[in-house]
């Protein structure tokens, strides 16, 4: 069985061939970072139109690289939910195209659930049940993950995104954008312990998260408070370091913490990681430490599939086994929740 795997969620117009048997046979992410870069973050309107002008480029290269043709396919599977609504429709009107023109049935993602499942590919095992710890530029929420598609929400962000404060901060330090890697690579040079920053809800019990106290403790370090223009201010290229650093160590032990919590308080022994943010060289680094020796089963996939792309998508076999098929009236929903809500 091969299923064509579509994702416009975001800023990414991504497209993969996998089979059954959760191999890729193609993948193609054409990244629309050098669009968005000079707004310091992804301008929904510019997102969607490059997915208009991207989408049929990356469909035929996808299939190049397959070998195959349209009549070689079983399903057409798309992300429709949760994303930027103008993306979602490029994607799934493609979709719906594709369907009507090879007579293909069409199968909807959740995006978030996909995230979780890029571990399942790359482990190459069950790893279900699961806490999932879904953490990009839109989303950073615990989830008790049943199953592939059936998942029970523990707490998620009450203000900004992990990424996105990742992305902010890059942006006041002067790092460009995607800010994620760019903080990554700063902090490289930096003192973890330079700053003291706040690590908002670590110590109460529930499952929540908050970075923009975090986001503007670090503004207030750069600045100070009232209005300032960030590309003014030039910092010693060792405080960029330590910033970047202080600030990184502050998220991952945030995200460390509350997904141990999780763990605890659900009884579960395995955490899959995925979301762009899993990318991160540091919190890889510290969600392995912290899970051996107290014999949780940790996964994440490689970087790659950590951010966006459509080889995730392959969470669409599970649908296609039951037959879980969508009408070709289906609609994209933005705020959609990985648990369905
Ligand atoms: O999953 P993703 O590609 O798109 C969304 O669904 O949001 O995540 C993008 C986010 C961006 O905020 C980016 O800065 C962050 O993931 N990111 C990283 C790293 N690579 C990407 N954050 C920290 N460290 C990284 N290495
Ligand atoms: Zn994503």
Do not use: W
């Amino acid at each position: 069985m091969r299923v064509l795997c579509i994702e416009t969620t975001c800023d990414e117009t991504a497209a993969a061939v996998v089979n059954d048997r959760l191999e890729v046979l193609a993948s193609v992410v054409a990244s629309q970072d050098a669009l968005h870069q000079r707004f310091g973050g992804v301008v929904p309107e510019i997102a969607s139109r490059a997915h208009v002008e991207r989408i049929l480029p990356v469909l035929d290269e996808t299939l190049r690289r397959a070998g195959l043709g349209l009549g070689d396919l079983d399903a057409v599977a798309v992300a429709n939910r949760p994303g930027l609504a103008g993306s979602l429709l490029v994607g799934l009107a493609a979709a719906k195209a594709l369907c009507v023109a090879a007579g293909l049935p069409l199968v909807a993602i959740n995006h978030l659930q996909a995230h979780v499942y890029a571990c399942r590919i790359a482990a190459k095992e069950e790893v279900f049940p699961c806490v999932g710890l879904i953490v990009s530029g839109g989303h950073t929420s615990l989830y008790r993950c049943l199953g592939p598609t059936d998942f029970e929400l523990l707490g998620a962000t009450i203000d900004d995104a992990a990424g996105e404060a990742f992305d902010k901060v890059a942006g006041m330090l002067g790092l460009g954008y995607p800010g994620g890697p760019a903080i990554q690579r700063a902090a490289e040079a930096g003192n973890p312990s330079a700053y003291s920053l706040p690590r908002a809800l670590l110590n109460h019990p529930r499952l929540d998260f908050s970075f923009s106290g975090l986001k503007t403790a670090v503004r207030y370090l750069i600045a100070g408070p009232g209005r300032v223009r960030f590309e003014e201010i030039r910092l010693p290229p060792q405080q960029v370091a330590d910033l970047a650093a202080s600030f990184q160590e502050a998220v991952v032990d945030c995200l460390v913490g509350k997904s141990m919590q999780a763990l605890e308080q659900t009884g579960l022994r395995t955490l899959c990681v995925g979301g762009g943010v899993a990318a991160n060289a540091r919190l890889r680094q510290r969600l392995a430490q912290e899970t051996q020796g107290r014999g949780i089963r940790l996964f994440i996939a490689p970087p790659a599939l950590c951010t966006d792309n459509a080889v995730m998508g392959a969470i669409a076999i599970e649908r296609v086994k039951a037959g879980l098929f969508e009408p070709l009236d289906i609609d994209v929903f933005p705020g959609g929740r990985a648990d369905g809500q």
